[in-house]
């Protein structure tokens, strides 16, 4: 049974930072590119940031964002600075097969940027 189990998320103040975490469990870790992608109300979804032997950036983040994986913890990583309001969705981690075919998705954690 595949699990991706994001945590980190709440509410900051504009300016602020947060470090999501996804955890995962039921992959062979290594054979997949992890990724973030969130969701504001009324919007699709949308890439952040994905990793897998390099990482890559949505230009709404770069800069502000560092994606990084542990791979003997089978967990990623989404460090989050310099938050503005339209930062402000829920966060989904992503794990997406190298060799293609297969992507799992964890439920979610609210990030919202607000004083």
């Known amino acids: 049974q595949v699990q991706l189990v994001e945590s980190g998320g709440g509410l900051v103040q504009p300016g602020g930072s947060l470090r999501l975490s996804c955890a995962a469990s039921?992959?062979?870790?290594?054979?997949?590119?992890m990724g973030w992608y969130r969701q504001a109300p009324g919007k699709q979804r949308e890439l952040v940031a994905t990793?897998?032997?390099?990482?890559t950036y949505a230009d709404a983040v770069k800069g502000r964002s560092t994606i990084s994986r542990d791979n003997a913890a089978n967990t990623v990583y989404l460090q989050m600075s310099s938050l503005r309001p339209e930062d402000t969705a829920v966060y989904y981690c992503?794990?997406?097969?190298?060799?293609?075919?297969?992507?799992?998705w964890g439920q979610g954690t609210q990030v919202t940027v607000s004083s």
């Open positions: 992503n794990a997406r097969l190298r060799a293609g075919g297969l992507s799992y």
């Open positions: 990793v897998g032997n390099t990482a």
């Open positions: 039921g992959i062979t870790f290594n054979a997949y590119v």
